[in-house]
């Protein structure tokens, strides 16, 4: 039996007395912290903490919690969430044509690897549909033109609030989202870019690091937001090359890399383990 | 200028309230915690934990720190120990032929990349005096036999106490220290070995590496105790190789990772960031 | 449209003329040499060899090339093999219970990454059928006792031999085969063993990783010899830990490098590009 | 005692017969093929080689070797150069006032990886004489400015022609060399740049890292040519970085690869396995 925790991620003005004061609040309603990172960055002057416990006799209940850290918060002018571990965060995976990540992606989620539910897929295509009927998933058609883009989006938002999607996981989409798509979402829109950015940002990056004759390859996994390949990077990895590679042998090895970069950022935002601060994030693993 | 500070390190039984109860400490004394991590392991429901505060404006002296924990410690059956960042940790190294690992924590330490000084350098050979020479570090030569090696190392002793060193470093020290010796630096003495424990353990590792075959070598630092190569492992790291690597190959790429685990490890223990659990290590970075 | 070539494997004691000899006899017949390298070890003073060259326009047809070569391999005193891409190598896979690695290897030859077909899957259990029914692939179940073993290794033979298998993947086969099979596909048999051998053979590697408080685990594929994890490691890959991974996540994390070294093997074997030399290979990749 | 050997390093159109009539002119010759390597890239259909073999034995001296391989080369139109062993190439080093890579690659040089003598040490700045003296390396100290820079070179310049330097290191020299300079020594300027290239070329590359709130931070050489860090890349590699790292942190995690890197560069080009296609370099290693 797994125990059920509460996390709190909260950002606020770094002064004296927030640790304790967090520390102190989980403490006087019994509850056994079981982990808990902060981080201070300067010049900013702002600490980011995440600190998860044990709800098992704490004397709170979920509600009350909430207004219960208010004193607190306001004390330290802090933004902040809760979450609880016994919630399966809703997962949408948008997919094109590539079926890498895609079936990588629910391979993991059929062992158990993620804490979520996929309710829902959506697709340009139907290369995917065959894949996702065997696995049991809702599979969603919207082919994407330039005329019908903005009335195909809102089909898409609206299943999305139907089914209360907290994450859209873009597993090698081909499409770009829209500025209000991306506005609505922001920050639960993980995409997979194929180099280490900011390297080879755009299309064909393995035809551009081809061409510059680079030793290494990356992928990068990355909160999407208005500014294309420029959101908050969560995870990235590399691979060497030599010579030797062509622009298809490195598309080969690059699969087990987005494969893995994407798995473990969608695995992180699931923890909630990440807090995004400007264009970056901080990640408490 | 940079910040003084205290690292508190301690390890206790799990139970309700201890980072609760060690940041209402440190705040209530007016300390600014910079960084806190804490790490509970199961079975043996063990926390470990380390907390770093700014000392400016810290109402207790050091004196009455240590006086004013007693209580809270006792509370919870901690077991702890305090340092404060402007003291310099004092650093022997022991070495005997090899030039590499010696001569880079030199380097390292005169680029400011170690907090500590180094009053004493012990070897059973003479070939390293000149460079220490050259850095105008005191060397001390102690030829070892199998006869003479007990009075030898009493003389070591008595120099390592003479100068209150906290750390001894093996950079390549190709001798082995009696029992007595190492259970007087208990926790004390790290070692760097050239393969990736438990793999090739002994001597001749990349010797034994070639004849298994393997396509990786590596190296470890780790405390020493009285079993060899088998102490808590501190740092590991390692790169690959190909059929084409002779040993002599794998001794020259070796040396890169030697350097940079043993460096690596030396640090992480400068900065109080290793608390020791049985056979194993927590690294707090 | 690819090229069909030939691949040319041999080994033979060193001497010179060798390198030279075989592109002459590749060049008198109008082969183009697309790929060649060699490896001479000593003090064993041997040489392998592995040459590649496109069959468009090779004045040799494929059995004459066979009598063409001997006076060649005769005067050098060659073992040699001889190989054409444009034949697909039949590839069984046995498995257990754990889905990942089976998944992963159907995965990759649906994308094309293997040159071969896969006619046959073995199981000792019946967890993995209708994975294999979904992806048309034959299952055949053979549960294995201390009695029955013998028996129905002898069945598990026979429908390889009437399959033509030229290799045997052990995508975490949960069986040890008797010296008998091994001997009879020796060569022909890929494991993939769950840390980087030799250190932590045997069983619940993971465990005996987190016991040993090691700061990296690693994955090894090698062909099986009737030393039970001692065969010639083919790929290796490490990644790196923390004291925070349980085993459960050391389980969860190897499960990519497991992915990831296993079927690196089966490319490498599947391509000629593996000469066992000993306990040992050389890959010319 | 080392074997001499002749390295041949040639390019040509890629066509039917080059291996076979390099390697049998050597073989004629009674030369001993110790290491050959080829690699043909499309669509430019070009043939990049490199042969070694033993000299000892070898029918033609080196003089008449020149001429000997007239004809062979005419016949494909190679461009080709030979080097032999024995012959220990020049290399000056070009310092400003960072002392880690000019120290380790003085030690390496010292511990004998490099096969090279070092004639010269050329410097804008006299930070880094003591060093040199007492590795009793010659020094030479030209101050550049704006002005005198045209001047300063020409001096430079013909230092290193008296000594006859087969190879400049920049070893984070701070100076832009002039196109004319740079022209002078195509191919032979190697220089470490302190990300991974593409990425963050330019000043002040780990401000940058960090300012993107990247992951991953590298280390890239690469030949110098009139194009600020666009040069042909010769090595990559990188080390994960987390949001903790500050500027300064990762300015140290970077020190280890920047050394690593550049020495293996060096490495890669003293032992002529390097030849530059366009703005590419094939690594024959």
Known sequence: MEKTTAILLLSCPDRKGIVAGVSKFVSEHNGNILDAAQYSVQPENMLFMRVEWDMEGFTLSRDDLKEAI????????????????????KMAIFVSRHVYCFHDLILRHQMGEFRAEIPLVISNHLD??????????????????????????????????????????????????????????HGKIINIHHSFLPAFAGSSPYQQAYDRGVKIIGATSHYVTEMLDEGP?????????????SVDNMKLK?????????????????EHRILVHGSKTIIFD
């Open 254 to 270: 690059g699969k087990d890399l987005e494969r893995i970069v994407l798995a473990k950022a969608v695995r992180l935002h699931l």
């Open 128 to 185: 995917m549909k065959p894949l996702a009927d065997h696995f049991g998933l809702t599979y969603r058609y919207y082919p994407i033109t330039t005329e019908n883009k903005a009335g195909q989006e809102k089909k898409e938002i609206a299943e999305l609030e139907k089914e209360g999607v907290d994450l859209i996981v873009l597993a090698r989409y081909m499409q770009i989202l829209s500025g209000e798509f991306v506005r609505r979402y």
């Open 233 to 245: 990077i969560i995870t990235q990895d590399v691979i060497k090359i030599t010579h030797k590679d």
């Open 70 to 89: 208010a004193p607190l918060a306001g004390q330290f002018s802090m933004k902040w969430k809760i979450h609880f571990s016994d919630y399966l965060p």
